[in-house]
């Protein structure tokens, strides 16, 4: 029964990830082909919503063998783990670029002229399905922290393991088999015209925004050098898909056809053999891990008896002001470090690679009645950056240990208040902190600030 519940909450939340921050990259992507389904038979437009859960579903259960391998060799499992590692985020930098110089016409992609009418583009709908799960499993949702949670622990068997990856998959494409299969849903769709070439541009530049986000990512995650060689990378790959069109389509003889397709080849794969994903250095955070003595700061756990001379042994820091947060880096021993002083803390457990994390943030985080909470009390803002790879930071790693067995949490966004008893307030999973403010608030209130 208690399984059952857990493959519910996986399929709820596969269905809530459709409306997620994390899926944007490829929501003008998904519209427009709703939008072209419109000229379709009914026969068609189930076949295509088939074709569409396929991608996903074959997907997801890739993603579910892979997480059984590295179980199997011992190694941490996370959500969204993968976008740590800058040769993913670069596999989808360069997907995000080629799908975004499609849709303006730089390259058109060419199917047989026997088979054009037929395919009616099904092949290019279970490859969007696919390009769906990759951009959404860095996410997380409402219901599915605690399925995914269940799925990457070790002790889980295998089957229950693919059982859970299949029913997000199946949550994820249940908004599309709607309206491939009800008339109704499918009516309340506008009809193609004209002002869908408008709208095919505007989704170009949308996945090229999204090319550009994750570039920054990888920026976080590898020093100058790297990261600007991958940007060559990317100026060849663009050449080369423009090259494949107008040099080598379908009007060209097969013999020009396949040579320039010869050439592009070795050029892209040539670039690309030499990448070197060497890591960047320390973020720009405060970082007191190794610059703070705090052996004199005592075991204070009822704040109001915390004396003033108590207070300034305390680590130092850089107090938030109205216009900016200035957070410390996150480690258990600093944390422990102003606990033990009678402080509490706010951890924002994030990620350069996590959009939903990024747009919390903005727009209920980094805001000004945040801001001037932390300026006002004692409460310490902390950041646990987990944008590296868990083998490449071993912080990184220590982090991913404490979400699971204290949290029992698989992915992020996480954000937590600790009191300096250890109690901890941890807020709900993956939905806007809207109550953060009140929490700070009465937090702060166990440590006033100095007179």
Request: hydrophobic share 50%.
């Amino acid at each position: 029964m208690e399984f059952l519940s857990l493959l519910g909450a996986a399929f709820l939340g596969g269905l809530i990830l459709n409306i997620m921050p994390c899926v944007l990259p490829v929501l003008f992507f998904k519209v427009q082909h709703l939008l072209e389904m419109s000229e379709l038979d009914d026969r068609e437009k189930r076949i295509d919503g088939i074709a569409y859960t396929a991608g996903i579903l074959v997907a997801f259960l890739g993603f579910a063998v892979a997480v059984l391998l590295m179980k199997a060799a011992g190694q941490r499992v996370a959500q969204g783990m993968q976008m740590a590692n800058p040769e993913f985020v670069a596999f989808l930098t360069a997907l995000m670029l080629a799908l975004g110089l499609n849709s303006l016409g730089v390259f058109e992609i060419h199917v047989g002229v026997n088979q054009g009418e037929q395919k009616r583009g099904f092949m290019g709908t279970f490859f969007s399905g696919i390009v769906a799960v990759l951009v959404a499993t860095p996410c997380t949702a409402p219901f599915l922290g605690t399925a995914a949670a269940y799925a990457f622990a070790k002790e889980t068997p295998a089957g229950a393991t693919i059982g859970i990856f299949l029913m997000v998959g199946l949550g994820l494409a249940f908004p599309y088999l709607v309206v491939c299969f009800l008339r109704a849903a499918a009516r309340l769709l506008p009809q193609p015209g004209p002002w869908m070439v408008t709208f095919k541009k505007l989704m170009g530049f949308t996945l090229l925004g999204a090319a550009v986000w994750l570039f920054g990512v990888i920026q976080e995650q590898v020093n100058v050098s790297s990261a600007n060689w991958f940007l060559a990378f990317l100026l060849i790959l663009g050449l080369g898909l423009w090259a494949l069109d107008h040099f080598g389509g379908l009007l060209v003889s097969t013999t020009r056809r396949w040579t320039v397709r010869i050439l592009v080849f070795a050029a892209v794969y040539g670039m690309g053999l030499t990448l070197r994903w060497v890591p960047a250095g320390q973020s720009d955070v405060q970082d007191l891990s190794a610059a703070v003595d705090c052996s004199q700061c005592g075991s204070v756990t009822n704040n109001s008896k915390a004396g003033a001379g108590q207070r300034t042994n305390c680590p130092k820091y850089k107090k938030t002001t109205k216009d900016e947060i200035h957070w410390v880096r996150y480690s258990e021993a600093t944390r422990k470090q102003f606990m033990e002083c009678g402080r509490p803390v706010f951890v924002d457990y994030t990620a350069k690679w996590c959009v939903s994390c990024q747009a919390f943030k903005a727009s209920h985080i980094d805001i000004p009645k945040v801001r001037a909470i932390f300026a006002q009390t004692e409460v310490v803002p902390m950041r646990a950056d987990l944008t590296k790879e868990p083998e490449d930071d071993e912080l990184v790693a220590a982090i991913w240990e404490e979400l699971e067995n204290r949290f029992n949490r698989s992915g992020i966004p996480v954000w937590v208040v600790w009191h300096p008893d250890d109690y901890t307030e941890l807020l709900p999973e993956s939905i806007p902190p809207t109550n953060l403010p009140e929490l700070l608030l009465a937090a702060g209130k166990e440590f006033p600030p100095s007179q």
